[in-house]
């Protein structure tokens, strides 16, 4: 009896690690721990990869794991801190300063984050909101949601 219950406790544990490993947080079809490596975000999938690779985003659904900078967080989730352009945990003059040529550039950043009007692209007015927002008491930028 006692060898019964060892084997069925046995056949759970290795059910219950199976079931683990194959953990999708935000069902985006992008496992958390895709790389069956035992440890969820040790290898992030690099820009566009969906195969052999951790969700660089676990709990944002972007099935197509776009991460335009290659930093191994994905687009959908690197916008941390709005207005943090160069994610130094502060927002001041220096994202201003990094914020102006993402504008021709936009992916040299976190899309989410340089977008701080939230209008899905980056110009000017990203820029002029930033500036607003540091010296004349305007809105707080906020996280983008395109990439
Ligand atoms: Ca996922
Ligand atoms: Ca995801
Ligand atoms: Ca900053
Ligand atoms: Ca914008």
């Known amino acids: ?14 059910l219950a690690t199976c079931v683990f490993a194959q953990v999708d947080t935000d069902n985006d079809g992008i496992l958390d721990d895709g790389d069956f490596s035992g440890i969820a975000g040790d290898n ?7 195969q052999n690779c951790d969700d660089n985003c676990p709990l944002n659904h972007n099935p197509q794991q776009e991460d335009f900078d290659n930093d ?3 687009e959908a989730c690197c916008c941390v ?3 943090d352009i160069n994610g ?15 504008i021709f550039e936009p992916h040299s950043v ?3 984050t340089a977008d701080t009007n939230g209008n899905g692209v980056i110009n000017i007015l990203d820029i002029t909101q930033l500036i607003a927002f540091l010296y004349k ?8 949601t395109t990439y």
């Open 1 to 14: 009896m006692i060898k019964i219950m060892t084997f069925t406790m046995a056949i759970l544990l290795v």
């Open 44 to 50: 992030p999938c690099a820009n566009m990869q969906t």
């Open 72 to 74: 191994g967080v994905g």
């Open 81 to 83: 801190l709005p207005g």
């Open 88 to 102: 130094d945990g502060s927002v001041n003059i220096l994202d201003i300063i990094q914020l102006m040529p993402a």
């Open 110 to 112: 976190c899309f989410n």
């Open 137 to 144: 008491g305007g809105p707080a930028p906020v996280c983008g």
